[in-house]
């Protein structure tokens, strides 16, 4: 059986609303899960994924209802050099110095080369130390009011501009997936990004996986995960999540064929309306901006654009 590298995209969701009430419900007979050891869970799994095969890559890029973060890229073929070519250049210089030198510096590319290829001490500091950053902002100030989402749209789009990227110029024959670790609600007014994302994946045939932690479904995420041929599920228990993580996420599209993984059987493909967020059968579309109302208004919310009377796109 062939198993190819995988470059994974992992987004995370910091929706400081959810983790806030995930720590205050961690308690032993609770079913919440601390943010520390949600961090914990998501190394593990990080880590796990590049042990997993020595030409995995992965990018990790944090959301919250502000900003879309990139906070860890691998560094592909092109971009340094393996990290063997330190060692042979090493041994083909000319011996000018005695052997104890040529000995140092040959234990020093050695060194190197296994540093750089099987050492993960810097992408944990940049990823722990970026979670508290992106979560910094709503800690210093109490009052600051977030959104029920995150940017979910921002942060596909980031993804797949990495992995076009990959595909394209670095790593044209890699396995590219991506995974999305969601703590937060839908918003409707990111439905058509969303939608542009999903069509974008499935011309650079790139499966979106969807790991959904918050009590209700993702829509979305559904849907981005049926139409990719990815993965859609929600761990029964938080505090499980790292076993969860690794035993349905961590395979490669070429192994999971042969496993029994979970499976999403009724996917809703309605649209949400912008104005209640609610899915809806028949509603209006501007013929603008594409914005979907439940009810018909002279004027759309989002552009401005004045609907024609008595029509129902």
């Not at 560094?75 to 210089?93: C, D, F, I, V, Y």
């Not at 050695?110 to 993960?120: K, P, V």
């Not at 970026?130 to 979910?152: V, W």
């Not at 967020?277 to 901006?289: A, H, N």
């Amino acid at each position: 059986m062939e198993d190819d590298a995988s470059f994974l995209v992992t987004i995370i969701d910091f929706h400081p609303s959810f983790w806030y009430q995930a720590t205050q419900n961690s308690a032993p007979k609770k079913e919440g899960l601390a943010a520390h050891s949600f961090i914990n869970n998501v190394l593990i799994f990080l880590n796990s994924f590049l042990t997993l095969h020595r030409g995995n890559k992965l990018a990790v890029i944090g959301i919250n209802p502000k900003i879309s973060k990139l906070i860890y890229l691998s560094q592909t073929q092109s971009q340094s050099e393996p990290p063997g070519m330190a060692l042979r250049a090493s041994s083909n210089k000319p011996k000018n110095g005695d052997d104890a030198s040529c000995t140092t510096m040959t234990e020093s590319a050695l060194d190197t080369a296994q540093r750089s290829e099987f050492s993960y001490v810097d992408m944990n500091h940049k990823v722990a130390t970026a979670m508290q950053e992106i979560t910094m902002y709503y800690k210093n100030d109490a009052q600051q009011k977030c959104a029920n989402g995150s940017l979910l749209a921002g942060g596909l789009s980031h993804a797949l501009c990495i992995l076009n990227k990959v595909l394209t110029k670095d790593l044209p024959h890699i396995d590219a997936r991506v995974l999305v670790l969601c703590a937060s609600n839908d918003i409707s007014s990111q439905y058509i990004p969303l939608m542009n994302c999903i069509f974008s994946a499935q011309k650079l045939d790139v499966c979106i996986d969807a790991c959904v932690l918050t009590t209700n479904d993702s829509l979305f995420l559904q849907q981005a995960s049926h139409l990719t041929h990815g993965i859609y599920s929600k761990p029964p228990y938080l505090k499980g999540l790292i076993q969860h993580l690794l035993m349905t996420y961590l395979p490669s599209k070429a192994v999971r064929k042969h496993l029994c993984l979970p499976s999403t059987q009724n996917v809703d493909f309605r649209a949400s309306c912008f104005c209640h967020q609610k899915p809806i059968d028949i509603g209006v579309v501007c013929p603008v901006c594409l914005s979907i109302f439940c009810e018909q208004h002279p004027l759309c919310k989002t552009c401005g654009t004045r609907f024609p009377r008595n029509k129902i796109i």
